[in-house]
């Protein structure tokens, strides 16, 4: 356990999950604030933007974060013109409720991994996490020269140890209970689904860096159950996503409050990736529909009428991603929900 602390330089083992484009400077400080690891989400910043919101978590914390970026993993592709026009059929319904205008195809869907890490070596945090895949070796190198802790993920033993052989400090084990991407790369994310209570274990002995538990940790007895499997901390997105200081909107909290542990499904509607998430009106009708563009093109289309909809509450036309364990997410302060997940590790000083 110590090991963990020792490498993040945090007092609990406990990682603030990162919420690809719903991080909120507030909650990644209010967790690192606390002696927790805060980390912040980076999907589809740019170089400027990378550089703003890292500016902003300094001024709000003085403890290590970690900012967490996608890998590239050869499957995205620009969507053809039939693709996205196809996509954008079955979505108009959507643009129209909103009052908004259907959007043409951009000239870029996202960032390049060269040009985020650029940014993100500039500002040298504490600690990177990463997504779909292993970093590659000469962003090891370099991040390791700056003195940066690299956080891979893993969905299967076999991506934990192709992540330690990769040269990564530490493994997040991500079992399916998890929220949002399936982060899968070596074989289909339809075909990793292992959950928490198999996994932990079957990395912790396959690996020699620490692990850490990601899916379904909500509470006390989540943290000492993942411990007992032999994880040296945890990462929880969910429980932390259903507090006052995150980014998520009064719909998706509603959501988050309102699901049941079956409730969850991992679709690729609105993204082109699966993730799990909420069975809202907008997963239904366009998994029904069928017609879903590559990743990143649907995630983007589906982007061009989020927020508007989170804006006016309308959780039926959102990304709801959530957990199996959101039933347990009980807590509206992140401060207090820290407080009774350290309660879990063991030997833990009681907090005040
Ligand atoms: C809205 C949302 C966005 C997420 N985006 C990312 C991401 O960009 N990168 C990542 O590593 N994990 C991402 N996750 C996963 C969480 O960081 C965390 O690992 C997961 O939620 C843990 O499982 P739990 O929800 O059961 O606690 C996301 C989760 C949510 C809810």
Redesign the pocket.
């Known amino acids: 356990m110590g090991d963990l602390c020792d490498l993040l330089g945090i007092e609990h083992p406990i990682v603030?999950?990162?919420?690809?484009?719903?991080?909120s400077v507030a909650l990644t400080a209010a967790v690192s604030n606390a002696g927790g690891l805060g980390?912040y989400?980076?999907?589809g910043y740019d170089a400027d933007r990378i550089h703003r919101t890292a500016a902003e978590l300094r001024a709000a914390t003085g403890g290590p974060f970690a900012l967490?970026l996608?890998l590239p993993t050869g499957t995205e592709r620009d969507a053809t013109p039939q693709e996205f026009a196809a996509s954008l059929a079955v979505l108009a319904p959507y643009f129209a409720e909103l009052g908004l205008p259907l959007p043409e195809a951009p000239s870029r869907y996202l960032p390049t991994l060269d040009e985020q890490w650029e940014a993100v070596l500039r500002e040298r945090p504490a600690v990177v996490?990463?997504?779909f895949g292993v970093p590659p070796e000469a962003m090891l190198a370099q991040a390791h020269e700056a003195g940066i802790v690299v956080i891979g993920?893993a969905t299967t033993v076999d991506e934990a140890v192709t992540l330690e052989n990769g040269g990564v400090d530490a493994v997040?084990a991500?079992?399916f209970?998890?929220?949002?991407?399936r982060?899968s790369f070596l074989d289909a994310a339809e075909e990793s689904l292992v959950g928490s209570f198999a996994l932990i274990p079957q990395v912790a002995d396959a690996v020699r860096i620490p692990v850490i538990a990601?899916?379904?940790?909500?509470d006390s007895r989540g943290v000492a159950a993942a411990f007992a499997l032999g994880a040296s901390g945890v990462?929880?997105?969910?429980?932390?996503?259903r507090t006052r200081q995150s980014a998520?909107n009064d719909a998706?909290r509603a959501a988050i409050s309102a699901s049941r542990a079956h409730d969850t499904v991992l679709t690729r509607a609105m993204s082109g990736r699966p993730a799990?998430?909420a069975a809202n009106r907008a997963v239904r009708e366009i998994e029904s529909a069928g017609v879903i563009a590559p990743f990143p093109a649907q995630n983007w289309l589906t982007g061009r009428f989020r927020p508007e909809a989170g804006a006016r509450g309308i959780g039926e036309l959102q990304?709801l991603?959530?957990?199996?364990?959101?039933g347990l997410a009980g807590f509206e302060d992140a401060d207090e929900l820290l407080a009774e997940l350290v309660r879990g590790v063991p030997g833990a000083p009681a907090m005040p």
């Open positions: 603030l999950g990162p919420f690809g484009g719903l991080s980390s989400g980076l999907y967490n996608w996490s990463v997504v993920t997040v991500s079992g209970e998890a929220a949002g991407h982060t990601a899916g379904g940790v909500a990462q929880v997105g969910t429980a932390f996503l998520a998706h799990r998430g990304s991603w959530l957990g199996q364990a959101a």
